[in-house]
C-alpha cells in the first residue's frame, strides 16, 4: 500500500506564476500532495521574484530568469535539509511568488475632515485628497510582515493600511508646517514632496518603495467654504455704492418687459442707491475719525435728491419713469434702441 502511494505521488517539474489579474501581490504556487523534482525548472519573469519557504523559514528568494533547482541553485535550503550532494530525490517546499511590479494611480483622501490650528482663521477643518504609486522591493520582508501564508493576497488588503498610514502622518504635516490654509494652495508641491519623505521609511518597513506621492488638493468642508466666498466676494465688490448702481442699470431692461417691474425696481433704485451711499460714507466716516461730524452730514446729503448739471434736481424715481416712458416708445419703434440706452446712460449718470 506505501508502495502505491508511492507510485500516486506527482511531482512538479515546472514552476512558474503567470498573473491572471493586475491586482495579486503575493501567490502561494499550489503544493498540496505534491514534490518538486530534483532538477525542476523555476521561471520567474520580469516584474516577479519568488521565495522558497521550508518549514516556516525563507530558504531562497529568486530574482527574474530560469533556474535548474538542485543542490547548487539551491545551496541554503540544501544546508537546511542536511542533504548530502550526491542526494537527489524530490524535495517539498512552499514556493511563493511576488509580483514587484510598479502600482500607479493609489487614491487616497481623507474620509473626514482634519482639524487644525490657521494663524487667521483659528481652528478649521480641512479636507485634502491625491495620488501615489509604489512597488515591491524586498519579498522576504514583505512575505514576513505583511502575506504570511496566505494563499493569495491582493492590492485591496494591502491598501486600506497604506492609505491610512498617508492620511495619518499628513494631518501631522499641516499642524507642523504653520502654513496658512490661505497659503496651502501655492504649496501642494512642496506638501507632496514632504509628506512622502515622511512616510517613506513605513513603506520600506513593508518592503515597498513609494515612488510617488502627490497632493492634488486641499478644501475646506461645504459650510465654511461658503463663508469663505462671501468674504472674498466683499473684498472684490470693494465700492457698495458703485456696485449698487451697476446691479440696477443691469435689471432695467428685464424689468420693463414685466408689468409692474418698473415700479418695483424704482422703490429699490431708491432705497439701494441711499443705502449703497450710506454704507460708504460711514464706512469712510470710521476710517477717517478726524472728520467729526462730516459723516453724518454726508449721510443726510446722500438721501436727498440728487444735483443735475443744470442746477435742478431729480428723483430715483422720476428717472424710473422716464426710463419706462422711453422703452415704451422704444416698442412702439420711435426710439431706437441705441437711443434708449444713451438716454439711460445719461440719466443714470445724473444720479451718480
Not at 547548487?72 to 517539498?92: A, C, G, M, R
Not at 418695483?264 to 464706512?283: C, E, F, N, R, S
Not at 422704444?330 to 437711443?339: D, M, N, R, Y
Request: hydrophobic residues 45%; glycine residues 10%.
Amino acid at each position: 500500500m506505501a508502495l502505491m502511494d508511492f507510485i500516486k505521488k506527482q511531482f512538479i517539474d515546472i514552476i512558474q506564476w503567470t498573473e491572471e489579474d493586475g491586482e495579486t501581490v503575493a501567490w502561494r504556487h499550489p503544493m498540496q500532495d505534491f514534490e518538486i523534482q530534483y532538477g525542476a525548472s523555476l521561471t520567474v519573469r520580469e516584474s516577479q521574484m519568488a521565495v522558497f519557504v521550508n518549514e516556516g523559514q525563507v530558504a531562497d528568494v529568486f530574482g527574474p530568469g530560469m533556474y535548474k533547482l538542485t543542490t547548487q541553485t539551491l545551496p541554503v535550503l540544501t544546508y537546511l535539509k542536511n542533504w548530502d550532494k550526491l542526494f537527489e530525490s524530490p524535495f517539498k517546499s512552499d514556493v511563493y511568488f511576488f509580483s514587484t511590479r510598479q502600482r500607479l494611480d493609489r487614491k487616497w483622501g481623507t474620509p473626514n475632515p482634519i482639524t487644525i490650528r490657521d494663524k487667521e482663521f483659528g481652528a478649521v477643518r480641512l479636507r485634502a485628497f491625491g495620488i501615489y504609486s509604489y512597488h515591491l522591493v524586498d519579498p522576504k520582508v514583505f512575505h514576513s510582515t505583511i502575506s504570511g501564508t496566505m494563499a493569495r493576497y491582493t492590492t485591496e488588503e494591502l491598501e486600506s493600511q497604506l492609505r491610512n498610514t498617508v492620511v495619518g502622518h499628513m494631518a501631522d504635516l499641516f499642524g507642523e508646517s504653520g502654513v496658512a490654509f490661505l497659503d496651502m494652495a501655492a504649496n501642494q508641491d512642496e506638501f507632496g514632496q514632504a509628506l512622502r519623505q515622511k512616510i517613506s521609511p513605513l513603506f520600506e518597513s513593508y518592503g515597498l518603495a513609494l515612488d510617488n506621492l502627490v497632493l492634488q488638493n486641499i478644501s475646506l468642508p461645504d459650510e465654511i467654504q461658503k463663508v469663505l466666498d462671501t468674504r472674498i466676494g466683499m473684498n472684490v465688490i470693494g465700492d457698495m455704492g458703485r456696485y449698487t448702481q451697476y446691479q440696477t442699470a443691469n435689471a432695467i431692461p428685464l424689468a420693463a418687459q414685466n408689468e409692474g417691474g418698473m415700479a418695483g425696481i424704482g422703490a429699490g433704485l431708491g432705497a439701494g442707491m441711499t443705502m449703497g451711499q450710506a454704507m460708504g460714507q460711514a464706512m469712510m466716516g470710521a476710517m477717517q475719525p478726524a472728520a467729526g461730524a462730516a459723516a453724518p452730514a454726508a449721510v443726510a446729503t446722500s438721501a436727498a435728491p440728487a444735483a443735475t448739471a443744470s442746477g435742478g434736481t431729480v428723483s430715483a424715481d422720476e428717472v424710473v419713469a422716464t426710463l419706462e416712458k422711453l422703452h415704451a416708445l422704444v416698442g412702439k419703434g420711435i426710439l431706437s434702441q441705441a437711443e434708449f440706452d444713451a438716454k439711460k446712460a445719461e440719466l443714470l449718470q445724473k444720479l451718480s
